[in-house]
């Protein structure tokens, strides 16, 4: 090819790309334009950049994830383009929100404008029933049955026998100046608790058979979508259904019994019998023929993805706080020694009424941000706020940077609880349990049961922390598990 040819084939192969790129760019347009029509003409599409082709901004954002500050990636933005801004994360164009009121809208939404969005590997691991992905009837169903049963008194005062007895048994075998883990020994109560809430079990064989394979199934949560034998999701994939089918042989036995009982008991009895004791109680009780048995078990390994991290690294969390800041243990311990001297046997009221205890809740909760935000996806061409979101586009409501924002909270960064004393949780953008339809169902069983660790622990224990750090990504933990040198109190 001479000199002449390979300029001609070079031209022409720049002006059929030219040619391209205007023609999709025109198609675009016309489709947002046509699409925007119900919209009002000021709604802007949020300043930002989508990064590099294919990856977006995602490098950046994860390498941000693992560092002490992982909202520094949305700092840069906010300052660049302010509290909402378009990018490209995880594989998406996304509109990312830092402004409290706009996350607001998008968590009341309905799912005819918003729907959750997950990674691919956990859409193949939760299922296509699992209350974190359905929408509509169906989700508002199983949302507040699940919602009503965690919110009974019934349940709250089972839970606080069980955690009582839990408790007792696990520091009763601490040793002076022995060293514990704090999140593993969490995890251990937690877990067994949430098993008991969600499927009826008691610690034992089947117990420890669900905890290995829980393990083993959230390993792949974060993997690549390949379902290959041999692979991390594959394996995980297994895991769930030999846990599926323990399940769904409760599920059977229960049926069973309550057929028995049935033929045994005469009508009027009937009502105590279906006095839900967990939650594939509630749902089998449910009569809307919504809900078969395939949804109720999946649908119980599912429920155990929000339940069995959040509260012990909550817990955990609260633990590294008060070892920073002593007057705050102070005061926590004197609340929680104040009320034991008070009443030998105490109830779950009892525990939420501790005011101090709630307020170091929250303000872990505010600067743990163990859910950091969440992911929707546009249904529709979506405006809020003047912000422009087109249909297909995620929007990421992040809820640290409105957690550590210092126009809404003085010192973010320090550990305060005091700041919650007399203040209104709803006024600042307090999101850590989520809002509107989703909002976390566990949320009141969060509070309770770290409510009793934290009394059980500081009643009875001191301790001298080591030195650990959170880590913030994937999911927020302590890089050593939160060692603790504890020493028990002596009786006075
Ligand atoms: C510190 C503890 C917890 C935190 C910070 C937390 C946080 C959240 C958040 C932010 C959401 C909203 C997700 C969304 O909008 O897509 C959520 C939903 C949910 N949480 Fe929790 N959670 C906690 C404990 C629990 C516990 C103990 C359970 C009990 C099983 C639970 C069950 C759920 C369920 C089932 C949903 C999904 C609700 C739905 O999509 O309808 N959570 N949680």
New binding site residues.
Partial sequence: MDFNNMVCMTLFFMISIIILLTFMSTRFNKRKRSSRKNLSRSAKLPSGSLGWPFFGETLEFISCAYSPHPESFMNKRRLLYGKVFKSHIFGSPTIVSTDAEVSRVV?QSDAKAFV?SYPKSLTELMGKSS??LINGGL?RRV?GL?GAF?KSPLLKSQITTDMHKYVQHLMSGWQDNQLIFIQDETKHIVFQI?VRVLIGLEPGEEMQFLKHNFQEFIAGLMSLPVKLPGCRLYKSLQAKKRMVMLVEKIIKEKKKKRRMMMMMMNSNTSDHQNTPKDVIDVLLNDNSNQLNDDLISDNMID?MI??ED??PI?VTLAIKYLSDCPPALKQLEDENMQLKQQKSSLSWTDYLSLTFTQDVITET?RLGN??SG?IRMAMKDMEIKGHFIPKGWCVFTYFRSVHLDESIHENPHKFNPWRWKDKDMNSCGF????GG???????D??RLEASIFLHHLVTNFTWVAEEDQVVNFPTVRMKRRMPIRVKRKVET
């Avoid at 999101?431 to 989520?434: I, L, N, Q, Y």
């Avoid at 339809?437 to 949320?443: A, D, F, I, M």
């Fill in positions: 968590l959750p209350i974190l989700h949302h699940i965690f949430l429920l929000p339940g959040s509260v909550l909760l163990i859910i969440i999101t850590a349990f989520g339809q989703r909002l976390c169902p566990g949320l069983l969060a």
